[in-house]
């Protein structure tokens, strides 16, 4: 009997030990890992969005509506798409925003990419500016989001360089549908976008003065780094007619 019970107290003394160390380990690196990961405070091999937007907009679009448009105090921007924005989105067609208010827009960090931007990246709403407050809304709202991969100055120059890759004007120039107040298929113009850059774009239509549906916006797909096109997981609503104008600019 007393052999049994020293066996049966070292076991006991043996459970507690095993215990306190994972005790020890729950409350130290352990419970950090498990922490950090249910919280989202750190995960910096993992990002909280699926893959970007790369949104690019038609200015005569943008300008032939009941609203109207202002040019920029630069003068009036290139007749050609312009950007809209790099958006961090999910696969199930949400997204995030407004990630990181501690990180505001700060112009001084782009310095040496301004005029790419006045160029490429022009703001057309009243009153006229110089873009800033529009990049500034583009980076706090969505930039902050994908800050992990891109800091200030990667998200603008990563856009400005999709935007050198991506030539949508000249691609569809070059299937015959220009920018002269045509009407043309929506297909077509799907079809010469996938065409010319590998993927099947997104495409979103406004309406005119006269109620006309015209080419507004085209979204293709990017990977989490921001620079590899992919096919889009999900498309946005484009409220397009199956005939859409091209109007100049």
């Not at 609203?67 to 105090?73: L, V």
């Not at 569809?172 to 799907?190: E, M, T």
Request: hydrophobic share 30%.
């Amino acid at each position: 009997m007393g052999m049994k019970f020293d066996r049966s107290v070292l076991i006991k003394l043996l459970l507690m030990q095993c215990l306190s160390v994972l005790s020890a380990a729950q409350d130290s690196d352990f419970f950090y890992l498990v922490h950090q990961v249910t919280d989202g405070t750190a995960m910096s091999e993992a990002q909280d969005f699926d893959f970007f937007y790369f949104v690019q907009q038609w200015p005569g679009s943008y300008c032939d509506t009941n609203q109207s448009c202002c040019y920029p105090t630069t003068g009036k921007p290139p007749s050609d798409f312009g950007i809209h924005g790099l958006w961090p989105n999910y696969k199930n067609g949400t997204y995030p925003s407004y990630c990181d208010p501690d990180y505001p827009f700060d112009e001084s960090k782009i310095s040496d990419l301004i005029s790419s931007l006045q160029e490429n990246w022009a703001s057309l709403s009243c009153p006229s500016n110089n873009g800033s407050t529009f990049w500034a809304h583009e980076w706090e709202k969505h930039g902050t989001c994908s800050e992990s991969v891109l800091d200030q100055h990667g998200y603008f120059e990563a856009a400005l360089d999709l935007k050198s890759r991506v030539g949508l004007l000249q691609i569809l120039q070059s299937a015959g549908i220009n920018p002269d107040g045509g009407f043309y298929s929506l297909s077509s113009i799907r079809s010469a976008i996938r065409n010319g850059i590998g993927y099947t774009p997104g495409i979103e239509c406004n309406v005119d003065e006269e109620g006309n549906s015209q080419l507004y916006q085209i979204y293709v797909c990017v990977d989490t780094s921001g620079s590899e096109l992919i096919e889009c997981p999900v498309f946005p609503n484009g409220k397009c007619k199956s005939s859409v104008e091209f109007p100049s600019f």
